[in-house]
């Protein structure tokens, strides 16, 4: 569930100038609409496996989501609960999350996908967003490619979809991983000592400089930063 915490209504604030034309658009034809991000804005959201939680959130009016966060957010932070409890009801709302399926090897043609549209995965590990980025960047190199005459345009097509089958649903099974509600972590007491553990493994991963370098490394890996050093 995904909440928004404004400090001002839409309708009495001002458009900022050079706010994106659709945008624009979008904002003159819904009145009052919440999602402007030409402002400042805080979104939070609390997940979990459907069969842990009280209640259905998909059957739930606005004001319940806002109780159901509340009710299972119990012991966290007080701060984090009084962003909730802040929080505007009209901007809750419940989705479900999903993920996808490896897709075989397809027939390049004049035209290809990327992003969500082929690999969705799970908020999970958070490279939804990167991994959409990191095939724009693998297509826009390779067509530049294509155009200094490396490489066929159908080949330089061929090359990404191959390499982003490899990355992408890799990324989508790891997601998957850390939204498996069969996992230790989301039963009653084992779960407990899993996150005592997790919690534990990280503190000491954060204060040994040697295992921080090494965890930092293997996930700009995961996400296809290039580490080559500058020059080389
Ligand atoms: C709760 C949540 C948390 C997330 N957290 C992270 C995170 O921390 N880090 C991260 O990297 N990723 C995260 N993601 C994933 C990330 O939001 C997506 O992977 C990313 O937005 C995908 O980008 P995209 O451009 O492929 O697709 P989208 O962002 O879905 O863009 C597709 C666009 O196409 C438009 N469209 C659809 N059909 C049509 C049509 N017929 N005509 C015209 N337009 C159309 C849609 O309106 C949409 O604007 C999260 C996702 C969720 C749900």
């Given at each position: 569930m995904e909440c928004e915490r404004r400090e001002a209504s839409a309708e009495?604030?001002?458009?900022?100038?050079?706010?994106?034309?659709n945008d624009a658009e979008?904002?003159?034809?819904?009145?009052?609409?919440?999602?402007?991000?030409?402002?400042?804005?805080?979104?939070w959201a609390v997940w979990g496996a459907l069969r842990n939680l009280p209640s259905n959130p998909k059957k739930l009016e606005q004001p319940a989501l806002l109780a159901l966060?509340?009710?299972?957010?119990?012991?966290?932070?007080?701060?984090?609960r009084a962003l909730i409890r802040a929080s505007d009801p009209a901007t809750a709302f419940a989705i479900d999350i999903r993920t996808s399926l490896p897709v075989a090897p397809w027939a390049t043609s004049n035209v290809t996908v990327l992003g969500d549209a082929v690999h969705l995965?799970?908020?999970?590990?958070?490279?939804?967003?990167?991994?959409?980025?990191?095939?724009?960047?693998?297509?826009?190199s390779r067509v530049r490619d294509a155009a200094r005459g490396t490489?066929?345009?159908?080949?330089?097509?061929?090359?990404?979809?191959?390499?982003?089958?490899?990355?992408?649903?890799?990324?989508?099974?790891?997601?998957?991983?850390?939204?498996?509600?069969?996992?230790?972590?989301?039963?009653?007491?084992?779960?407990?000592?899993a996150l005592g553990a997790m919690r534990t493994g990280l503190r000491v991963v954060n204060n040994v400089p040697l295992l921080k370098r090494r965890m930092i490394a293997a996930e700009h890996r995961f996400r296809g930063i290039d580490q080559t050093p500058q020059g080389h």
């Open positions: 009495r604030e001002e458009q900022k100038s050079g706010i994106g034309g979008l904002i003159a034809r819904w009145p009052g609409l919440l999602y402007d991000n030409t402002r400042d804005y805080l979104m966060a509340t009710e299972i957010t119990d012991g966290w932070h007080p701060n984090l995965m799970t908020p999970g590990r958070g490279v939804g967003a990167n991994t959409a980025l990191r095939d724009a960047a693998s297509l826009a490489m066929s345009l159908h080949e330089a097509v061929a090359g990404y979809e191959a390499e982003m089958r490899r990355y992408g649903f890799q990324a989508v099974a790891e997601s998957r991983r850390q939204f498996d509600e069969r996992d230790p972590i989301h039963r009653p007491v084992v779960g407990r000592v």
